[in-house]
DNA sequence: CGTCTCCTTGATTGAAATCAACTTAGGTGG
DNA sequence: CCACCTAAGTTGATTTCAATCAAGGAGACG
């Protein structure tokens, strides 16, 4: 299945019919307050499950954070099957404490991290994710960044700006970037 | 096994040989930076589990938010059983989505929402939890309801004091507090 | 009765949000 | 092919909310 650019995929509270891998692009989950703040939980590149649920609702929305390719799975049988099939369910409680494991990293630092500090955390981990050279495209937009890590895109701006200006980082485009002092971002990260 | 208040349960990597049930009492999970600012991931009271883990260490510190009373399970062959044991690991499954949940929900309070707003969701979520009688007793600190909530005790301690103002709560003492306008406190949460 | 811990309140500071203007890059069509 | 248009990103000025600094009050306990 293929999706534009910012489709929603599901939405909060659809009925949880499918989940998915991603197979190009990149897929952003996120939550809403009733007054349109927006919080982007987790992305999603190449290779990557989401969508998995254990009741019969969607608890995030997921939408296209570049054009994407997803492959769909039936939901179906996969609740009675957990009952039968120990390894499935076991590899899924797996997945389940990995994902938990993010989220709560990713508290910490909405909790109690500062602006560089957070934006420092989110080009490390998206530097072990995406190929390891040197140089490294940003997949999303500065109001994805800034929606992921609870700011706002003039302060995510500022804070890449202070990350060249400290010589951790280079820009060499608005979506390029280079890790040039990946030491500093560590200790700015922890 | 009981501890005493503040007491440390296990640490951060410490190796997980347990796990454990809180008979009495209140728990609190949490993450430290380098430099000791502190998120309190989660709170568990009478009758919850915590310290289940996938790899050989515990991801978070546990310690005594008040003096309590807990079991202590060995973790043993848990591991093995998992393969083995459908409804075990199928069970394990939904409890590790359910922190899950939380951790996000979590997230979005912490990335998204302003002070007072995130003692009403504290408020709200604690007396569903304690007896739905009207007068709650908070079993724990000021400091770690704001190292909970990402913000310092005396940001916390004037959120009560707004949240009294608009006659949504009433502080019976500083521990106990009385919910007067749950729909106020709603409307904020949300 | 004094001391200590926890909590509240007030004054000031500071980091990020907001408001606003400007720049750049990319895409489109003349 | 180039000029324009638009969306995305940057930078600056100001405001705002929470942090920090500081002082004082209330209850618990020896």
Same mark, same amino acid.
């Given at each position: 299945?293929?999706?534009?650019?910012?489709?929603?995929?599901?939405?909060?509270?659809?009925?949880?019919?499918?989940?998915?891998?991603?197979?190009?692009?990149?897929?952003?989950?996120?939550?809403?307050?009733?007054?349109? $703040? @927006?919080?982007?939980?987790?992305?999603?590149?190449?290779?990557?499950?989401?969508?998995?649920?254990?009741?019969?609702?969607?608890?995030?929305?997921?939408?296209?954070?570049? /054009?994407? @390719?997803?492959?769909?799975?039936?939901?179906?049988?996969?609740?009675?099957?957990?009952?039968? /099939?120990?390894?499935?369910?076991?590899?899924?409680?797996?997945?389940?404490?990995?994902?938990?494991?993010?989220? *709560?990293?990713?508290?910490?630092?909405?909790?109690? @991290?500062?602006?560089?500090?957070?934006?420092?955390?989110?080009?490390?981990?998206? =530097?072990? $994710?995406?190929?390891?050279?040197?140089?490294?495209?940003?997949?999303?937009?500065?109001? /994805?960044?800034?929606?992921?890590?609870?700011?706002?895109?003039?302060?995510?701006?500022?804070?890449?700006?202070?990350?060249? @200006?400290?010589?951790?980082?280079?820009?060499?485009?608005?979506?390029?970037? $280079?890790?040039?002092?990946? *030491?500093?971002?560590?200790?700015? =990260? $922890?």
């Amino acid at each position: 299945v293929s999706f534009d650019q910012d489709r929603a995929i599901y939405s909060e509270d659809d009925e949880a019919v499918s989940f998915f891998k991603v197979i190009s692009g990149v897929v952003r989950t996120c939550r809403f307050l009733r007054d349109g $703040r @927006k919080l982007i939980d987790a992305f999603y590149a190449e290779g990557e499950m989401f969508g998995i649920e254990v009741g019969n609702l969607h608890k995030l929305t997921a939408e296209a954070a570049s /054009d994407c @390719k997803l492959m769909s799975f039936r939901r179906g049988g996969l609740d009675t099957e957990l009952h039968h /099939d120990a390894t499935l369910s076991s590899e899924l409680f797996s997945y389940a404490m990995s994902c938990l494991n993010r989220a *709560q990293e990713h508290a910490l630092l909405l909790g109690r @991290k500062c602006a560089v500090e957070r934006l420092a955390v989110f080009l490390l981990s998206y =530097s072990r $994710r995406a190929n390891p050279s040197v140089t490294i495209e940003l997949e999303m937009t500065r109001q /994805d960044i800034a929606d992921f890590l609870g700011l706002t895109i003039e302060t995510v701006s500022r804070s890449f700006t202070l990350l060249q @200006k400290i010589k951790a980082i280079e820009l060499t485009g608005p979506r390029c970037v $280079r890790i040039t002092d990946r *030491q500093a971002l560590l200790s700015l =990260s $922890r």
